[in-house]
């Protein structure tokens, strides 16, 4: 091979390599501001809902009835399980929202799953005082331990209107 040809390509190398190296940096340091930037506007389903006093208090007016439960297998041959039941609001204040925790139980009475779910989403109408309303949630594991009975529902949320 002729010695100018050979040494042009030497010559290049670096720059190839060095234009590589930038291109590199730039997409990392695009991908870590996009990270920065969307740290803090998560979906707002999954961040939890305040239960200071005042909401702590509304949830001693809350009670569920008529619990139901069925399980169905899905498309893909998995076992869902619905629970289901009556929710009402005995108090005065109207709630837009309800988060509650599932805690499922073995026959030792333990619990061995605890799902956290929201009844009301911000797109449901105010369960005003003295308003009852149906409510279903799916749980797609439960493991095989489960006693079978009705899992323990406690509110942990709540945003009144």
Same mark, same amino acid.
């Given at each position: 091979?002729?010695?100018?040809?050979?040494?042009?390509?030497?010559?290049?190398?670096?720059?190839?390599?060095?234009?590589?190296?930038?291109?590199?940096?730039?997409?990392?340091?695009?991908? $870590?501001?996009?990270?920065?930037?969307? @740290?803090?506007? =998560?979906?707002? #389903?999954?961040?939890?809902?305040?239960f200071g006093a005042a909401e702590q208090a509304a949830a001693g007016r809350i009670h569920f009835s008529d619990p139901e439960m069925a399980r169905a297998a899905n498309f893909l041959n998995q076992e869902v399980t619905y629970i289901g039941g009556?929710?009402?609001?005995?108090?005065?204040?109207?709630?837009?929202?309800?988060?509650?925790?599932?805690?499922?139980?073995?026959?030792?009475?333990? $619990?061995?799953?605890?799902?956290?779910? @929201?009844?009301? =989403?911000?797109? #449901?109408?105010?369960?005003?005082?003295?308003?009852?309303?149906?409510?279903?949630?799916?749980?797609?594991?439960?493991?095989?331990?489960?006693?079978?009975?009705?899992?323990?529902?406690?509110?942990?949320?709540?945003?009144?209107?």
């Open positions: 091979m002729p010695e100018g040809i050979q040494s042009e390509e030497r010559s290049s190398f670096p720059i190839a390599f060095a234009l590589g190296a930038a291109i590199v940096l730039l997409l990392v340091g695009g991908l $870590v501001l996009a990270s920065r930037f969307s @740290r803090g506007k =998560g979906n707002p #389903a999954d961040q939890r809902l305040p009556v929710i009402s609001n005995d108090g005065v204040a109207a709630i837009r929202e309800v988060e509650v925790t599932l805690e499922f139980h073995d026959p030792f009475n333990q $619990v061995i799953l605890r799902e956290t779910r @929201r009844l009301l =989403g911000p797109n #449901a109408r105010a369960l005003g005082g003295g308003e009852r309303r149906d409510f279903q949630v799916s749980i797609e594991y439960v493991p095989d331990e489960w006693n079978q009975q009705y899992p323990t529902i406690k509110v942990t949320g709540l945003l009144l209107q």
